[in-house]
């Protein structure tokens, strides 16, 4: 602890030079970047500044650092991939994840203390800024004051966005759906989410309920097309929850045979059907602590969906071939390309699980109705592209052939049919409507 002077002893106190030492800090994410940028001047670093992994990589040439510390949600940037090719580059560079979910080996600054200091202040801040959140006002959605959010970070310098409201279809049971914002109401708006990307209004609105919704272990249905980011979507729920240092365990439902499915699910026992050599941890069991992602959950067979309903209802599960009960703590993220309210109605879902999963509902939309993020989106891939080879970009005519597309595969053919022009141009830097493709996309 520093100690305090009086101030008639100040002048004979000994002058102690500090040398400022330099920390790269790389957030898509201005407010924590300035957060944090002002707590690390204020312990004499140098900061530099990165809003990209590229940016942070050629800053990093120019001068290297002491220390980087890096956000793994930088919109173009596989964290592992990065950790690796950075230290192989600079192997004295302490690289430090803003999150603290990445392990990172290596060189450890002297200094390390103070960073982890100031990301804890600045994680304070953002906790602070979640308790002045508003509440939602439904009981189900109450502030977890208990658990704070690590990493939510609100902004309060957005604009109103328009919110969707959701169809009389999905309303017919408990589920929890936000109230439309008047217009005129000032709102403490959340930013989008780093890496999903689009400003459209129902893009944003996707950002704030997973913003929302993330730090509690609220059960959480996504509904969108085929390659409208669902899977990001649970991603980013994750990320966002105190539950991101536990795994994220993921299970395609419409993958697995039926037969298989209870068992890769709830796990088994030796000897519990043919060909069980060894007993075996479901995914569910695998989860504990942190979050079950049920993908295509609609396509799960009735059958399961009854024990799997138990689960849900009390948390605890028994093995194939068990008699013994487990209780497992995990939060359930479940997706689907169907309106399972209407699969319900079909009789192909149990509308029992269906309102236990949907107790928040977020919808990815089609990539035609935000049509207006186009260009973001064209420039996001060409720039993660551009991480292992020139960054190419579309001239006008590729860009209006991508306009009057009508992508039924959505981002999923965007980035597909980008990939392939972007192979056809060869050296070229630019993509011209020659190198546009849809014929192939693989949705
Ligand atoms: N808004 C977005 N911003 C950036 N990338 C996106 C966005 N939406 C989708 N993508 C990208 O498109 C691809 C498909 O997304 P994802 O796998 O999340 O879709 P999905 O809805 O789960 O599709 P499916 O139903 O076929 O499983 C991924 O590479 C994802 O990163
Ligand atoms: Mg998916």
Same mark, same amino acid.
């Given at each position: 602890?520093?100690?305090?002077?009086?101030?008639?002893?100040?002048?004979?106190? /000994?002058?102690?030079?500090?040398?400022?030492?330099?920390?790269?800090?790389?957030?898509?994410?201005?407010?924590?970047?300035?957060?944090?940028?002002?707590?690390?001047?204020?312990?004499?670093?140098?900061?530099?500044?990165?809003?990209?992994?590229?940016?942070?990589?050629?800053?990093?040439?120019?001068?290297?650092?002491? @220390?980087?510390?890096?956000?793994?949600?930088?919109?173009?940037?596989?964290?592992?991939?990065?950790?690796?090719?950075?230290?192989?580059?600079?192997?004295?560079?302490?690289?430090?994840?803003?999150?603290?979910?990445?392990?990172?080996?290596?060189?450890?600054?002297?200094?390390?203390?103070?960073?982890?200091?100031?990301?804890?202040?600045?994680?304070?801040?953002?906790?602070?800024?979640?308790?002045?959140?508003?509440?939602?006002?439904?009981?189900?959605?109450?502030?977890?004051?208990?658990?704070?959010?690590?990493?939510?970070?609100?902004?309060?310098?957005?604009?109103?966005?328009?919110?969707?409201?959701?169809?009389?279809?999905?309303?017919?049971?408990?589920?929890?759906?936000?109230?439309?914002?008047?217009?005129?109401?000032?709102?403490?708006?959340?930013?989008?989410?780093?890496?999903?990307?689009?400003?459209?209004?129902?893009?944003?609105?996707?950002?704030?309920?997973?913003?929302?919704?993330?730090?509690?272990?609220?059960?959480?249905?996504?509904?969108?097309?085929?390659?409208?980011?669902?899977?990001?979507?649970?991603?980013?729920?994750?990320?966002?929850?105190?539950?991101?240092?536990?795994?994220?365990?993921?299970?395609?439902?419409?993958?697995? /045979?039926?037969?298989?499915?209870?068992?890769?699910?709830?796990?088994?026992?030796?000897?519990?059907?043919?060909?069980?050599?060894?007993?075996?941890?479901?995914?569910?069991?695998?989860?504990?602590?942190?979050?079950?992602?049920?993908?295509?959950?609609?396509?799960?067979?009735?059958?399961?969906?009854?024990?799997?309903?138990?689960?849900?209802?009390?948390?605890?599960?028994?093995?194939?071939?068990?008699?013994?009960?487990?209780?497992?703590?995990?939060?359930?993220? @479940?997706?689907?390309?169907?309106?399972?309210?209407?699969?319900?109605?079909?009789?192909?879902?149990?509308?029992?699980?269906?309102?236990?999963?949907?107790?928040?509902?977020?919808?990815?939309?089609?990539?035609?109705?935000?049509?207006?993020?186009?260009?973001?989106?064209?420039?996001?891939?060409?720039?993660?592209?551009?991480?292992?080879?020139?960054?190419?970009?579309?001239? /006008?005519?590729?860009?209006?052939?991508?306009?009057?597309?009508?992508?039924?595969?959505?981002?999923?053919?965007?980035?597909?049919?980008?990939?392939?022009?972007?192979?056809?141009?060869?050296?070229?830097?630019?993509?011209?409507?020659?190198?546009?493709?849809?014929?192939?996309?693989?949705?």
């Amino acid at each position: 602890m520093l100690a305090t002077l009086p101030v008639s002893q100040l002048s004979s106190a /000994p002058l102690i030079r500090i040398r400022p030492r330099t920390a790269l800090l790389a957030s898509s994410d201005p407010s924590f970047r300035q957060r944090l940028n002002t707590t690390l001047t204020g312990l004499c670093w140098e900061v530099r500044e990165a809003e990209t992994g590229a940016q942070a990589w050629a800053a990093a040439e120019s001068s290297v650092p002491e @220390a980087v510390i890096i956000d793994a949600w930088l919109p173009d940037l596989d964290m592992a991939e990065f950790m690796h090719d950075f230290r192989s580059t600079f192997p004295t560079v302490d690289v430090i994840d803003a999150e603290g979910t990445a392990t990172c080996k290596g060189p450890r600054s002297p200094h390390r203390q103070e960073i982890y200091y100031a990301l804890r202040t600045s994680q304070d801040t953002d906790t602070a800024a979640w308790n002045a959140a508003p509440d939602l006002g439904d009981g189900a959605a109450q502030k977890d004051t208990k658990k704070p959010p690590a990493p939510v970070r609100l902004a309060t310098n957005v604009s109103i966005i328009e919110v969707v409201e959701p169809s009389a279809e999905t309303l017919s049971g408990p589920v929890l759906v936000l109230p439309a914002i008047p217009a005129k109401r000032e709102q403490p708006v959340v930013e989008r989410l780093p890496g999903l990307i689009g400003n459209a209004s129902s893009m944003m609105d996707v950002s704030r309920r997973i913003r929302l919704v993330a730090p509690r272990s609220t059960p959480v249905l996504i509904e969108g097309p085929t390659g409208s980011g669902k899977e990001l979507v649970a991603e980013g729920l994750h990320r966002l929850s105190t539950r991101s240092r536990k795994p994220l365990i993921a299970i395609n439902c419409a993958a697995i /045979p039926e037969a298989l499915l209870e068992a890769e699910l709830f796990g088994h026992t030796r000897g519990a059907f043919t060909g069980a050599v060894h007993g075996r941890m479901g995914r569910i069991e695998a989860a504990d602590g942190g979050t079950l992602f049920l993908d295509e959950i609609g396509e799960m067979p009735l059958a399961l969906q009854s024990k799997l309903l138990r689960f849900v209802e009390c948390g605890e599960l028994q093995r194939v071939g068990d008699n013994e009960t487990l209780k497992v703590d995990v939060r359930i993220i @479940a997706a689907t390309h169907r309106q399972l309210a209407r699969s319900t109605q079909e009789g192909t879902f149990r509308s029992d699980l269906y309102y236990r999963l949907a107790v928040f509902l977020i919808r990815t939309p089609s990539l035609i109705d935000h049509m207006e993020d186009l260009p973001l989106l064209v420039g996001h891939f060409l720039e993660k592209m551009g991480r292992t080879e020139p960054v190419k970009r579309v001239d /006008p005519s590729a860009m209006a052939m991508l306009k009057q597309h009508d992508w039924p595969g959505n981002v999923r053919e965007l980035e597909h049919v980008l990939e392939r022009a972007a192979i056809l141009a060869g050296d070229d830097t630019t993509i011209t409507a020659g190198e546009i493709d849809f014929g192939m996309s693989v949705n």
